[in-house]
């Protein structure tokens, strides 16, 4: 009876959009922005639309094939579409 965790999943990245510019992939999973964990999309979407347009680039941690990539991301649509995923839960031997 734990509670579901989930994860911010790339399903799709727009073309010549900033994700793809910057180097996002489908697949990749968002872990962080700005220094604080993220845990769902609505939460993310929130978040990037609350800030002015003349913000600075913000860091976005990702999580691609087990490793940690890095990205400055400006404000604005990044060109990506979201989807929550149930994060898999750990198993114990």
């Known amino acids: ?3 579901l965790k989930t994860e911010v999943i790339v399903a799709e990245v727009m073309p010549d959009s ?7 992939k489908a697949g ?3 872990t962080h922005y ?3 964990p993220l845990s ?3 939460s993310f979407i929130a978040t990037r639309d609350a800030e ?7 860091e976005l941690k990702v999580l691609r094939e087990g490793k940690e990539l890095v990205f400055m991301i400006s404000p604005g649509k990044i060109g990506t579409v979201l989807q929550n995923r149930v994060k898999p839960a750990a198993v114990s031997p």
């Open 40 to 42: 769902d999309t609505a």
């Open 1 to 3: 009876g734990q509670p």
């Open 18 to 24: 900033q994700g793809e510019k910057s180097g996002i």
């Open 34 to 36: 700005d220094g604080k």
């Open 52 to 58: 002015s347009p003349d913000s600075p680039p913000k």
């Open 28 to 30: 990749d999973i968002f």
